[in-house]
């Protein structure tokens, strides 16, 4: 797939108000500061224009682009975990996070990002846990893989992994990325495309 453009189309904090076109919704989330932004500028080549910053915690709407003109919207979510922020205002964020999940019929898949520089994270694993629970499509795309076959990096996938396997019988599409070294973004947008072939035309 090629993207050939990618305009911002609007944000949201009420889901309600969300778009209601049927165009298939391909969303991504993680922890603040996993690398989010830089991912989606990266898969869009900038053209999303989604704003970096070195302030965990930035992104606190919905924010929609529409790609290749309105043919699939790619959809940024607030991240989770962010400590600095008041507890009543992670549980609204939460709350929203989870609604936009729950109740998007257009959502094909969301991307759930893991910073492949750390160990296994409780959070993480307790989101992926509620995502299967309530049967919501996703794939994971472990962030930050500037060296993707250096010892640590290898070590933390595979611990990931093995933390999935003791809940689930089969793990889910996975895929490296890294914006600095040109990883994993023809793997990700093969994915979408995909996706998109099987989707009825409206």
């Given at each position: 797939m090629k993207i050939e453009t990618a305009s911002y189309f609007g944000s949201f904090v009420d889901v309600e108000k969300c778009p209601t076109a049927i165009v298939p919704e391909y969303a991504f989330i993680g922890r603040s500061n996993v690398g989010k932004s830089s991912l989606i500028n990266y898969l869009t080549e900038k053209k999303a224009d989604a704003k970096?910053?070195?302030?965990?915690?930035?992104t606190r709407t919905i924010?929609?682009?529409?790609?290749n003109t309105n043919k699939w919207y790619l959809v940024d979510l607030p991240g989770y975990g962010y400590?600095?922020?008041s507890k009543s205002t992670r549980e609204d964020w939460d709350k929203f996070i989870r609604t936009y999940l729950r109740k998007r019929v257009q959502l094909i898949n969301l991307f759930v990002l893991?910073?492949?520089?750390?160990?296994?994270?409780?959070i993480?694993?307790?989101?992926?846990?509620?995502?299967?629970?309530?049967?919501?499509?996703?794939?994971?795309v472990f962030t930050k893989n500037?060296?993707?076959?250096?010892?640590?990096n290898l070590n933390n996938r595979k611990a990931f992994e093995n933390e999935l396997l003791k809940s689930?019988?089969?793990?889910?599409n996975m895929f490296l990325t890294s914006s600095a070294s040109n990883l994993g973004r023809a793997?990700?947008?093969a994915f979408i495309d995909q996706c998109n072939q099987t989707i009825p035309q409206q």
């Open positions: 970096v910053s070195g302030s965990p915690g930035k924010n929609y682009f529409a790609i400590a600095r922020t893991i910073d492949t520089r750390i160990p296994p994270q409780k993480d694993l307790e989101f992926i846990e509620w995502l299967g629970e309530h049967q919501i499509p996703f794939s994971i500037d060296k993707p076959k250096s010892l640590n689930w019988e089969e793990l889910p793997e990700i947008l």
